[in-house]
C-alpha cells in the first residue's frame, strides 16, 4: 500500500507562514509529480502547487510570489511553504502523489492523496 501523510497545518494570523510537509511510504516503485491542492467549505478542491520528478514547478495564480513548493526525491517528500497568509487561504490543504506502487497491477502511475491538513488563517 502507498500513503500520504501531511502535518504542519494549524491556526495563524494573516500575514503569518506556515510550511505543510507531506510524507510519502509504502511499497514505491516510483513517485512522479507531487502536489498540494486544497478545498475550502462549499468549494471545490483546487490546484494550489504541483512539482514534477526533475522539480519544474506550477503554481495557481492566487498564491503565485506567496507560496513555495519542494521536494526532497531521497526521503520521499514534499513541502509547501506558505507566507503572506491571507484570510481566504484558509481550507483543508491535501497532499497529492502520481506514484506507481509494487503491488499495483500495471506499470502505469496512480493518484494517491493525503487526509487532509486544516489550515485556518485569522484576519
Known amino acids: 500500500q502507498v500513503q500520504l501523510v501531511e502535518s504542519g497545518g494549524g491556526l495563524v494570523q494573516a500575514g503569518g507562514s506556515l510550511r505543510l510537509s507531506c510524507a510519502a511510504s509504502g511499497r514505491i516503485v516510483s513517485i512522479n509529480d507531487l502536489g498540494w491542492y486544497r478545498q475550502a467549505p462549499g468549494k471545490q478542491r483546487e490546484l494550489v502547487a504541483r512539482i514534477t520528478s526533475g522539480g519544474s514547478t506550477s503554481y495557481a495564480d492566487f498564491v503565485k510570489g506567496r507560496f513555495t513548493i519542494s521536494r526532497d526525491n531521497a526521503k520521499k517528500m514534499v513541502y509547501l511553504q506558505m507566507n503572506s497568509l491571507k484570510p481566504e487561504d484558509t481550507a483543508v490543504y491535501y497532499c497529492?502523489?502520481?506514484?506507481?506502487?509494487?503491488?499495483?497491477?500495471?506499470?502505469?502511475?496512480?493518484?494517491?492523496w493525503g487526509q487532509g491538513t486544516q489550515v485556518t488563517v485569522s484576519s
Open positions: 497529492y502523489g502520481l506514484i506507481r506502487g509494487l503491488l499495483s497491477p500495471t506499470p502505469t502511475p496512480r493518484d494517491y
